[in-house]
């Protein structure tokens, strides 16, 4: 792996020699929680069970790699939900969810040179449908949380592709996404923070960190430290 260079204060890259041309590339693929938006949308959630800081921690751990079960990892953390009302998703969306920095930047000038935009979370439908529409992504995958008389009950609805959308699901999300688009993987371009997004973001042409946990800094072409997502905008050409 090659040395990490430091392009600017806050953004280090490796591997490649900017700046790249943004028309390059045809998708442009985002993480979700911490990534896309500013907030772990399941530790929000769990705030209304008074176990945010006992799932919060867990998600921390699992982020970080050193939980390597994801949808173990999820499965228990969703099963500390139960009985939360259907109305609190709704707060959290609209009292503690904002986009990140930079985000509608980015996402506004791939657009402009072409690209098609991609959500893939290891959380859930209910935020992702709605940030979709918030920031005009084309395509998304998560997962759905299951209600019950407007309650959570504590599982996931499993769907026509799988269960859980864990690191394998995003990366075959992406894949999948590049082959309808007729491209090639080598010009799809992959963002994410934790340990989950490690796959997709090997499978991508360009990999991402955003303000990322330490083996994710490690590991990609970029890493954004300082600023917000719009920083990617140094390093290629409209």
Known sequence: MSLPLAFAPGLTIRGFTPPLNLRDFGLIAFDMDSTLINIECIDEVADAAGRKAEVAAITEASMRGEITDFKESLRRRVAMLQG???????????????????????????RAAG????????????????????????????????????HLTGRLVDQ?????????????????TCERLGIAPSQAIAMGDGAND???????????AYHAKPKVREQAMVSIEEGGLDRLLELVRP
């Open 84 to 110: 939360v009302p259907e109305g609190f998703l709704h707060e959290v969306f609209e009292r503690r969810l904002k986009p990140n920095p930079g985000a509608k930047a980015l996402i506004d000038a791939c």
């Open 115 to 150: 690209l098609k935009t991609l959500l893939v979370s290891g959380g859930f439908t209910f935020f992702a449908e709605r940030v979709c529409e918030l920031l005009g992504i084309d395509f998304a995958r998560s997962n759905v949380l299951e209600i019950v008389d407007g």
């Open 160 to 176: 026509d592709w799988g269960d859980i959308c864990d690191g394998a699901e995003k990366r075959r999300m992406l894949l999948a």
């Open 198 to 208: 490690l796959p997709m973001m090997d499978a991508a042409g360009l990999s991402v």
